[in-house]
Nanobody
């Protein structure tokens, strides 16, 4: 499975960005697609995830500002980020994982910078 991310960039505080991640390759079985982020000097953390059953989960720090969505027909997951804060600055990584945990894949990462 290959993951192609897009949508990162520079935005002012309070602004919005939309990240996209398209999965291609041998995609089969129940899975979860999500977004993680890693800020300088910090560990990678889960931002949001969308199970193919329809269940979503969010980190508490983004729950009221970010929205994850998914188009199963296009094997694509999106992350709409609103009311961005400087501390949202990080490299955002797309993740695909089979629910039996046998397979897991990562995108190359896209940089989101929130700064005035």
């Amino acid at each position: 499975v290959q993951l192609a991310e897009s949508g990162g960039g520079l935005v002012q505080p309070g602004g919005s960005l939309r990240l996209s991640c398209e999965a291609s390759g041998s995609i089969s079985g129940h899975n979860v697609m999500g977004w993680y982020r890693q800020a300088p000097g910090r560990e990678r953390e889960l931002v949001a995830a969308f199970f193919d059953t329809g269940v979503k989960t969010y980190a508490d720090t983004v729950r009221d500002r970010f929205t994850i969505s998914r188009d199963n027909a296009l094997n694509t997951v999106y992350l709409q980020m609103n009311s961005l804060k400087p501390w949202d600055t990080a490299v955002y990584y797309c993740n695909w994982r089979s629910l039996d945990n046998r397979f897991e894949y990562w995108g190359q990462g896209t940089l989101v910078t929130v700064s005035s």
